[in-house]
């Protein structure tokens, strides 16, 4: 159980071009998805939390209008990223929350997507 | 200031000695601590968390962590490492709830461990 899966694993897209990433939550309704990037051999940097029906919360130094998140539903995030450019290559991670397990907060993390941007 | 350290970039071991991964933590209140495992290709796998009761944790794959409050430690033991250990280990914080009733993980750096045949 709580399986989180993304798709696309990979992509290689030219600069200036918007690519989305999916993240879904498949045998559970999340409550949060979490968005992360991460810089190679290093650790993950949160980027937003998004409640479902909700904007999502931004950390600070994050342009929110360059990484549009969207959350639709208890199933579902998408992570768009605008006008990509080479800086923005990087391994993005979702992670989610169960809907029933709200104490603990256990993140349940997708495989992550490998953007390239040329 | 909330943080994490994980002093150990990288450890390698031969298959069958013991591995201990060293966690230390900046908090200030009662901290949820939580170790994951990263292999390559495969999403963060949670390997074992602690938020309350008996200090020493146990986890999957044989694992086991114990909380030591006095020392702001929850180092990452394992009594017999297995080639398919190898792997990145991160050890994370979880915050208290926030206004969206959400904890965020403050992340270490990782230790890359190897292990040898």
């Known amino acids: 159980g709580a399986v989180v899966s993304q798709h696309p694993s990979r992509v290689i897209c030219k600069s200036g071009t918007s690519v989305k990433i999916e993240c879904r939550s498949l045998?559970?309704?999340?409550?949060?998805m979490f968005w992360y990037r991460q810089f190679p051999k290093q650790s993950l940097m949160l980027m937003a939390t998004?409640?479902?029906?909700?904007?999502?919360?931004?950390e600070q130094g994050v342009e929110k209008d360059k990484f549009l998140i969207n959350h639709a539903s208890l199933t579902l995030s998408t992570l768009t990223v605008t006008s990509a450019h080479p800086e923005d290559s990087s391994f993005y991670i979702c992670?989610?929350?169960?809907?029933?397990?709200?104490?603990?907060?256990?993140?349940?993390f997708g495989p992550g997507t490998r953007l390239t941007v040329l | 200031a909330q943080s994490v350290t994980q002093p150990d970039i990288h450890i390698t071991v031969s298959e069958g000695a013991s591995l201990e991964l060293r966690c230390n933590y900046s908090y200030g209140a009662t901290p949820y601590l939580f170790w994951y495992v990263q292999s390559p290709g495969q999403g963060l796998q949670l390997l074992l968390k602690?938020?309350?009761?008996d200090t020493l944790v146990q986890g999957i794959k044989g694992f086991e962590a114990e909380f030591k409050r006095s020392q702001s430690s929850f180092n990452l033991r394992k009594p017999s490492v297995h080639w398919s250990d190898a792997a990145e280990y991160f050890c994370a914080v979880g915050t208290r709830l926030n206004a969206g009733n959400n904890r965020k993980l403050i992340w270490g750096l990782g230790t890359s461990l190897a292990v040898n045949p």
């Open positions: 045998d559970f309704q999340a409550t949060t």
């Open positions: 992670s989610a929350t169960q809907r029933q397990v709200v104490a603990s907060n256990e993140q349940f």
């Open positions: 602690y938020f309350s009761g």
């Open positions: 998004s409640n479902e029906g909700s904007k999502a919360t931004y």
